[in-house]
């Protein structure tokens, strides 16, 4: 019994020690954390370093399968004019396989219409009830109105590069298209909120007497631009030809009609260019023809009963295809060299900004010295002066990427394009101030290299959606730039005073 006591105060005695010693330790422990910030062990600084910015102008980026197409001319003092065509395939018909029985002797035009859907948000109901919108992504002064051409397009667009079959066909902006001699539509263009509905005139076969009006809606109601084409040479084109083996499938009729170009020239100095989808633009050959049969199908490819000797109205639709192309031409109002004071980026084929920092004595002072870089930024101030007389085309983001190799920088695939940032910033008067870039991971990588690195130059631009990287092993940097807008910022020179351009790195170190 004595024994058992024995063992169990032997086992208490040594619980109670471990105890203690564990106690001892934690404030041992305190006590080393205490002495370190006691002594300022670490620290924590900051540096700048000057940069070298340079204007580069992009003489091409691609313009086929994109999400937007630009349609008009943009004239701005600082970036100069910007006129945008659109160049595209027709689609036959998928109700087309009896195209030329549609069309006897007594059919007729009463109407040919290129319609492309805006790209529009609903604002409210006026007083009659009519809904009203306003046209998103219209860049420039809409009052304005630019001259609109329309053409038959006489250079035949390949799905396939007829140098490399196994690839599928590019198009750049530069690209320069034939088209024919004479305009389907020529005339002044601006855009329309309230052009929601298509009025089309029925005519009987002496092509002047109206016999029936249809009013056709839009989908959803949405405003879209109406152009109307030459209808005799539709006529001959469509009709005439029906029966040409140019309309016996898609592929023989891509060979047969190429498509359509819409020109853009300018006719004011400050007119206005809007962006499109284009998914849903289409030509349309509204007809009739004297019924001479029991049934017949309405607009809708619905049969009808009919009655003969009764005027008839009918519909082909011709889709725009994929297969759709911009033009983009550029005639620059200002000089722009290496090192002056105001640095340009816009998009749609405009410009982009270069940036080189660190010298080899400067990367070797970031590896030799073994900081902890806790945040490292770019900032790049607006030229007030300049861009508030742009201010309705000021980019609300730009994009960083390494120029050099054309490939995503390390922070957009470790963290993301949230943080890496590139927002538009304001000031506290609501007026653009400043784009800020946090490449942190980027800089820390070089400096943790152990030896002398290649470095490469970073650029900015006007981002554009297909920037962002998709999955973590997506770096190529996409070759699109469906914007127009655009930023003046200040250079790197020192007469930018404290808005000039510099790399910003906050680090911590540890003190001898």
């Given at each position: 019994?004595?024994?058992?006591?024995?063992?169990?105060?032997?086992?208490?005695?040594?619980?109670?020690?471990?105890?203690?010693?564990?106690?001892?330790?934690?404030?041992?422990?305190?006590?080393?954390?205490?002495?370190?910030?006691?002594?300022?062990?670490?620290?924590?600084?900051s540096?700048?370093?000057?940069?070298?910015?340079?204007?580069?102008?992009?003489?091409?980026?691609?313009?086929?399968?994109?999400?937007?197409?630009?349609?008009?001319?943009?004239?701005?003092?600082?970036?100069?004019?910007l006129?945008?065509?659109?160049?595209?395939?027709?689609?036959?018909?998928?109700?087309?396989?009896?195209?030329?029985?549609?069309?006897?002797?007594?059919?007729?035009i009463?109407?040919?219409?290129?319609?492309?859907?805006?790209?529009?948000?609903k604002?409210?109901?006026?007083d009659?009830?009519?809904?009203?919108?306003?046209?998103?992504?219209?860049?420039?002064?809409?009052?304005?109105?630019?001259?609109?051409?329309?053409?038959?397009?006489?250079?035949?667009?390949?799905?396939?590069?007829?140098?490399d079959p196994?690839?599928?066909?590019?198009?750049?902006?530069?690209?320069?298209?034939?088209?024919?001699?004479?305009?389907?539509?020529?005339?002044d263009?601006?855009i329309?909120?309230?052009?929601?509905?298509?009025?089309?005139?029925?005519?009987?076969?002496?092509?002047?007497?109206?016999?029936?009006?249809?009013?056709?809606?839009?989908?959803?109601?949405?405003p879209?631009?109406?152009?109307?084409?030459?209808?005799?040479?539709?006529?001959?084109?469509?009709?005439?030809?029906?029966?040409?083996?140019?309309?016996s499938?898609?592929?023989?009729?891509?060979?047969?009609?190429?498509?359509?170009?819409?020109?853009?020239?300018?006719?004011?100095?400050?007119?206005?260019?809007?962006?499109?989808?284009?998914?849903?633009?289409?030509?349309?050959?509204?007809?009739?023809?004297?019924q001479?049969?029991?049934e017949?199908?309405?607009?809708n490819?619905?049969d009808?009963?009919?009655?003969?000797?009764?005027?008839t109205?009918?519909?082909?639709?011709?889709?725009?295809?994929?297969?759709?192309?911009?033009?983009?031409?550029?005639?620059?109002?200002?000089s722009?060299?290496?090192?002056?004071?105001?640095?340009?980026?816009?998009?749609?084929?405009?410009?982009?900004?270069?940036?080189?920092?660190?010298?080899?004595?400067?990367?070797?002072?970031?590896?030799?010295?073994?900081?902890?870089?806790?945040?490292?930024?770019?900032?790049?101030?607006?030229?007030?002066?300049?861009?508030?007389?742009?201010s309705?085309?000021?980019?609300?983001?730009?994009?960083?990427?390494?120029?050099?190799?054309?490939?995503?920088?390390?922070?957009?695939?470790?963290?993301?394009?949230?943080?890496?940032?590139?927002?538009?910033?304001?000031?506290?008067?609501?007026?653009?101030?400043r784009?800020?870039?946090?490449?942190?991971?980027?800089?820390?990588?070089?400096?943790?290299?152990?030896?002398?690195?290649?470095l490469?130059?970073?650029?900015?631009?006007?981002?554009?959606?297909?920037?962002?990287?998709?999955?973590?092993?997506?770096?190529?940097?996409?070759?699109?730039?469906?914007?127009?807008?655009?930023?003046?910022?200040?250079?790197?020179?020192?007469?930018?005073?404290?808005?000039?351009?510099?790399?910003?790195?906050?680090?911590?170190?540890?003190?001898?």
């Amino acid at each position: 019994m004595a024994t058992k006591v024995v063992r169990k105060f032997k086992y208490l005695l040594v619980i109670l020690l471990v105890g203690i010693g564990v106690i001892s330790c934690e404030k041992e422990i305190e006590n080393v954390g205490v002495s370190l910030v006691d002594n300022n062990a670490f620290s924590s600084t900051s540096k700048s370093y000057d940069v070298i910015t340079e204007n580069v102008a992009v003489e091409k980026v691609q313009t086929n399968g994109q999400g937007q197409y630009l349609l008009g001319v943009y004239n701005d003092e600082e970036f100069g004019e910007l006129k945008a065509s659109i160049a595209s395939q027709l689609t036959l018909p998928v109700n087309a396989t009896n195209y030329a029985e549609s069309f006897d002797t007594n059919a007729s035009i009463d109407s040919v219409l290129v319609s492309i859907p805006y790209q529009a948000t609903k604002i409210e109901d006026a007083d009659d009830g009519k809904p009203q919108f306003t046209i998103d992504s219209v860049y420039g002064n809409p009052n304005n109105a630019f001259k609109l051409e329309v053409y038959e397009l006489k250079t035949f667009l390949n799905t396939l590069d007829p140098n490399d079959p196994s690839k599928n066909a590019v198009y750049y902006s530069d690209k320069v298209f034939q088209k024919g001699d004479l305009p389907l539509f020529s005339g002044d263009f601006k855009i329309n909120p309230n052009d929601t509905t298509i009025y089309i005139k029925r005519y009987l076969n002496d092509g002047v007497t109206v016999y029936d009006i249809d009013t056709l809606k839009q989908d959803n109601l949405k405003p879209s631009i109406n152009i109307p084409l030459n209808e005799d040479t539709i006529k001959q084109l469509f009709i005439d030809n029906a029966s040409n083996v140019g309309f016996s499938s898609n592929n023989e009729f891509i060979h047969y009609f190429r498509g359509l170009y819409l020109e853009s020239t300018s006719l004011t100095e400050s007119s206005h260019i809007v962006s499109l989808s284009m998914a849903n633009a289409k030509m349309s050959i509204y007809y009739s023809k004297t019924q001479d049969e029991e049934e017949d199908e309405d607009l809708n490819g619905n049969d009808i009963d009919g009655e003969e000797g009764v005027r008839t109205s009918h519909v082909y639709a011709f889709s725009f295809s994929s297969l759709k192309t911009n033009v983009y031409e550029r005639n620059y109002n200002v000089s722009k060299q290496s090192g002056i004071d105001k640095l340009y980026v816009q998009g749609a084929a405009g410009e982009i900004t270069t940036i080189d920092f660190f010298t080899n004595e400067e990367i070797e002072e970031l590896q030799n010295n073994n900081w902890l870089i806790t945040e490292a930024n770019l900032t790049f101030y607006i030229d007030e002066n300049a861009s508030l007389a742009s201010s309705n085309i000021i980019p609300n983001q730009l994009f960083i990427y390494n120029y050099t190799e054309k490939n995503q920088i390390t922070d957009m695939i470790t963290e993301g394009i949230s943080t890496v940032g590139g927002i538009l910033e304001y000031d506290e008067d609501g007026n653009p101030y400043r784009y800020v870039f946090k490449i942190t991971d980027y800089i820390s990588e070089l400096a943790q290299q152990n030896e002398l690195v290649e470095l490469h130059t970073l650029a900015i631009k006007v981002y554009n959606p297909t920037d962002t990287p998709t999955s973590p092993t997506n770096s190529v940097i996409q070759d699109f730039s469906w914007s127009p807008e655009g930023v003046v910022l200040y250079g790197s020179t020192e007469n930018a005073g404290d808005k000039r351009v510099k790399l910003n790195i906050n680090y911590t170190k540890l003190n001898n």
